[in-house]
């Protein structure tokens, strides 16, 4: 086989590179898609908390699926060099899995599994495919905080093989089944790991039989090094020098701060987290694989949006974190709820990256999901009898993961969004899919009027929810719900977004953090928090306040509050509005 390749510094080359990247590219979406066509858990197939990517010879990622998680993903890249520790690529063969959920080794909490597979070609080990899911349910105590050592939290699989010559591994699936709530929604979606892996190597195949291509290696170093020198550019454009911001959480019982030195070193960006709070006694902490994958997240979002993410273009981020902090913590620290403080850091660093580049740099946002799992069935509930009477011991047993968001910050010159995912990027999962498999109901479930951070450009609004059991059934909820006590903070003169809250219908009192009982007959009441507000809100434009009134999205009472804007028979009054802004200057 002759290859197109013949001089890669030639511009025709150059060009056939590009489109073997951008091909390379759809193999991995085509993967992922694969990987959300045939999950059983709402979370992967409907929210997409998921990964794919395709690795080189050397277990150096070169394409990431546009669908998933930054979380995952980056947290993946690093993955794959731990798995071929354990199993080189020469010992491989086709058919072969890998997998393990090692909070260490992968993703940060042992709710996702990663699946590694070798990709072939003309017989020989050409690269890797990897991919990750949240699972519904890993057993333990669930997706909650409440842990005090990563043993109670769940069951652990250390890297080992989910199949052989494409025989799966029965005695690790009976284990999975034995230990999770969920058995056919887990198993399910480790199938579905294989299934999309299998898929990338299959699209990969027919794209090198296309291009003449026996290999990777001149592709992967075209992509990793272009990669990396566009990202060093963008560095070098940047002042050099040391900018440090610090951000305070909720905590579990008590706040959390999160400090930052951002040092910019000529084409080099390393952030240190010294400073940082200690690791938390409950399962909020974050390892270090997880601080990696969000803080490069969040330095990419900013400094180059544009340039690919891959193993050339993260080369040119480090991390460190003090071990024993709460942003790097040791086996066996509890770590089932580490989104809460990860989804942060991108915050902590845009706080770093405000002092350096104001105009690409948004607002706070809400930033942690509030995704509880809700448990029901007598097993798990507290009450006795169920709203009409009946024995609470007969309840339908389930398990459900709800994924929801506040909303995000504004930005330089737009609003922020309304209840979007950032920076996990997930889907809401839609009402329909949760009732479907969970004795639950949504009985509300609207925009949060007033929660947008007021400003020049306004914050993305929160929303309310309201979750009851079917027939008034009681459940249990793991909660984990953050910027309650500490909203997301406005930018440039732009005001705070609205916090959190939580509560129960009947007004009894309800924590944010940890294991909670809603019972028979009552509901869940959630309030999720706004994103906060970039430039002053005097500098808005009228008319665009008047249109947030028409559209629920502000009171009139806040448009004069915060923008005096006066709205008199649903038009903005000119003449009482400059009056006020005036006095207001």
């Known amino acids: 086989m002759v290859s197109l390749l013949q001089n ?29 066509r045939t999950a059983f858990s709402t979370a992967v197939r409907e929210a997409g908390d998921l990964s794919a990517g395709v690795f080189d010879s050397r277990g150096r990622m070169l394409a990431q699926a546009v669908t998933g998680t930054p979380g995952h993903v980056n947290s993946m890249a690093n993955a794959v060099k731990h798995f071929l520790q354990r199993y080189p690529l020469n010992e491989m063969a086709e058919g072969d899995h890998y997998i393990s959920n090692d909070p260490w080794l992968t993703s940060g909490h042992l709710h996702d599994f990663t699946l590694v597979s070798p990709a072939f070609f003309s017989g020989r080990a050409v690269g890797l495919f990897a991919s990750t ?17 990563v043993f109670e939290e769940g069951l652990a699989i250390p890297i080992m093989p989910l199949a052989r010559h494409s025989e799966f591994n029965d005695d690790l699936l009976k284990i999975v089944s034995e230990n999770v709530r969920m058995p056919d929604q887990v198993v399910g979606d480790l199938y579905a790991l294989a299934s999309c892996n299998d898929e990338g190597a299959r699209r990969l195949d027919a794209m090198m039989v296309e291009f003449q291509i026996e290999n990777l290696e001149n592709l992967g170093e075209y992509i990793l090094v272009s990669s990396k020198n566009a990202k060093m550019q963008a560095i070098r454009e940047l002042p050099s020098g040391k900018y440090c911001n610090e951000l305070t959480m909720d905590g579990y019982d008590s706040p959390v701060v999160l400090c930052a030195e951002l040092t910019i070193d000529d084409n080099h960006i390393h ?28 330095v990419n979002c900013v400094i180059a949006p544009h340039v690919p993410n891959n193993a050339g273009s993260l080369a040119a981020i480090t991390v460190s974190a003090p071990e024993g902090s709460i942003l790097n913590v040791k086996r066996p620290w509890p770590v089932a709820a580490r989104h809460t403080i990860g989804h942060m850091l991108p915050d902590v660093i845009f706080g770093c990256l405000q002092q350096v580049i104001p105009e690409r740099v948004p607002a706070e946002g809400a930033a942690s999901l509030w995704n509880p799992q809700i448990n029901g069935g007598g097993s798990v509930v507290d009450h006795v009898y169920s709203q009409d009477g009946s024995d609470c011991s007969s309840l339908q047993e389930f398990s459900s993961v709800i994924f929801h968001c506040g909303g995000a910050g504004a930005r330089p010159n737009k609003d922020g969004l309304d209840v979007t995912a950032f920076p996990s990027g997930v889907r809401t999962i839609p009402i329909e899919a949760t009732e479907t498999i969970a004795p639950i109901v949504f009985w509300r479930r609207e925009f949060r009027e007033n929660s947008c951070g007021s400003g020049q450009y306004r914050g993305g609004l929160g929303q309310v929810i309201e979750i009851g059991g079917a027939n008034g059934s009681p459940f249990t909820i793991l909660c984990n719900f953050e910027r309650i006590n500490n909203p997301a903070r406005g930018r440039q003169g732009g005001l705070n977004g609205a916090p959190g809250a939580v509560s129960l219908a009947s007004g009894e009192p309800i ?18 928090p706004g994103g906060g507000g970039f430039g002053e809100p005097f500098e808005r434009d009228p008319n665009l306040v008047a249109l947030d009134i028409r559209d629920g999205i502000i009171s009139a009472d806040l448009a004069k509050k915060d923008y005096g804007v006066i709205i008199e028979d649903n038009i903005v009054d000119l003449l009482a509005t400059n009056r006020a802004r005036k006095q207001h200057d």
Do not use: F
Request: some cysteine.
């Open 271 to 298: 952030v240190d987290y010294s400073g940082s709070s200690s690791a938390s006694r409950y399962g909020i902490n974050v390892v270090m694989n997880y601080c990696e994958a969000y803080t490069a997240y969040g």
């Open 133 to 149: 899911v949240h699972v519904v349910d890993i057993g333990g105590l669930g997706l909650g905080p409440d842990g005090r050592q």
């Open 8 to 36: 890669p510094n030639s511009p025709l080359d150059h060009i056939k590179h590009q489109i073997m990247w951008s091909r390379l590219i759809a193999v991995v979406e085509e993967q992922a898609q694969t990987l959300v």
């Open 511 to 528: 924590r944010p953090k940890g294991r909670q009982s809603v019972p028979s007959g009552d509901r869940i009441c959630l309030a999720l």
